[in-house]
């Protein structure tokens, strides 16, 4: 069955950087689209960056451009986030998520499976 486990969390200090990484099993990898988001602790879920299946044009949200970076290594079956110049604001549990499609998307909608998340806490 598909598997995705995030790893790569903690805690970062302002300023600071973390890199997360989502394990991929049970599919093919490189035929999916692939997604990142986030849950702040009472906050609904939101969109954080998204990926086609080659890995070119990358979405990002507004809040986290210029900022983040996701990649994917698909001789690895591992999707990447480098998240750089971290602010309090983007503690959460961050998520992985498999999409139906090829391209990248914002959307829920689309994304069939999830890990459980890792978590990430900006704090000083």
């Known amino acids: 069955q598909v598997q995705l486990v995030e790893s790569g969390g903690g805690l970062a200090q302002p300023g600071g950087s973390l890199r997360l990484s989502c394990a991929a099993s049970?599919?093919?990898?490189?035929?999916?689209?692939m997604g990142w988001f986030r849950q702040a602790p009472g906050k609904e879920r939101e969109f954080v960056a998204s990926?086609?299946?080659?890995?070119?044009?990358?979405i990002y949200a507004d809040s986290v451009k210029g900022r983040f970076t996701i990649s994917r290594d698909n001789a690895k079956n591992t999707l990447y986030l480098q998240m750089n110049s971290l602010k309090p604001e983007d503690t959460a549990l961050y998520l992985c998520a498999r999409s139906r499609a090829i391209f990248p998307t914002r959307s829920e909608n689309y994304m069939d499976d999830w890990g459980e998340g890792t978590l990430v806490t900006v704090s000083s």
């Open positions: 049970g599919f093919t990898f490189s035929g999916f689209a």
């Open positions: 990926i086609s299946v080659s890995g070119s044009s990358p």
